[in-house]
């Protein structure tokens, strides 16, 4: 069966820290993987995407790796504020016919920052 | 400019009802998704259309009928309206179903079955 699992579920830093955040993911055959943030009541709003080919990509103070073969991705968050503040969610859209196109979401992790 | 919007965004009606969410995404995508998010915010893909054709349907009841008008528009039509059916409904686009490119999501529609 074809999961994401994100860990760890709750996350509460001080400002300033950096922070990592994992998902892993129990196929390695994948289309691509996908970071996305979610503030309470809004919709999700993508930050990284990381096609299967790639190891990382980058956007400002994240960076979010993939490592296929151990079926794992991190997003790394630098100098966190108190805006970074939301849900976490990671989403991969894993190969084969049946799950072509769509993705298949972690339960998030969800991220406070205390000034 | 609103990328994809759905309406309403509340809907609190009484079970057994028939109601519609509507969305509109103004990408110029070809693909349209519904996403379920329930009560303890796991997001689960139910629809996927390309060029106004189902692609993907996961075990989603018959209750659940999607639309597509055209390719700018996926509307989500349910009947017999159950309690199980409380969550909040996202719509997503994306320039192609291939799996490599970005979805981008709607607001939601937060639906509560009475």
């Known amino acids: 069966k074809q999961e994401v699992t994100q860990i760890p579920a709750a996350l509460s830093v001080p400002e300033g820290e950096n922070l990592v955040l994992n998902c892993s993911f129990t196929?390695?055959?994948?289309?691509?993987l996908q970071w996305f943030r979610q503030d309470p009541g809004k919709g999700l709003t993508s930050l990284l995407l990381?096609?299967?080919?790639?190891r990382e990509q980058t956007s400002g103070r994240l960076n979010a790796s993939l490592d296929k073969s151990s079926g794992r991705s991190t997003l790394y968050i630098a100098a966190s504020q108190p805006g970074d503040s939301a849900t976490y969610l990671c989403?991969?859209?894993f190969g084969g016919g049946t799950s072509y196109g769509k993705l298949t979401f972690g339960q998030g992790t969800i991220l406070t920052v205390h000034p | 400019d609103t990328a994809v919007s759905q309406t309403p965004k509340y809907l609190v009606t009484q079970m057994g009802n028939d109601k519609s969410i509507k969305c509109e995404q103004n990408?110029?995508?070809?693909?349209m998704y519904w996403y379920k998010q329930d009560s303890k915010k796991f997001l689960k893909i139910m629809f996927s259309?390309?060029?106004?054709?189902?692609?993907i349907n996961e075990t989603v009841p018959n209750r659940f009928s999607p639309k597509s008008p055209d390719k700018a528009h996926l509307n989500l039509h349910i009947n017999s309206l159950e309690l199980g059916d409380s969550a909040v409904y996202f719509c997503?686009?994306?320039?192609?179903?291939?799996?490599?490119?970005?979805?981008?999501f709607g607001p939601g529609t937060r639906l509560t079955v009475l």
């Open positions: 196929d390695s055959a994948i289309y691509n």
């Open positions: 997503a686009s994306s320039q192609d179903w291939g799996g490599t490119d970005t979805q981008y």
């Open positions: 989403a991969v859209c």
């Open positions: 259309y390309n060029n106004k054709e189902l692609i």
């Open positions: 990381i096609q299967s080919s790639q």
């Open positions: 990408l110029g995508h070809d693909t």
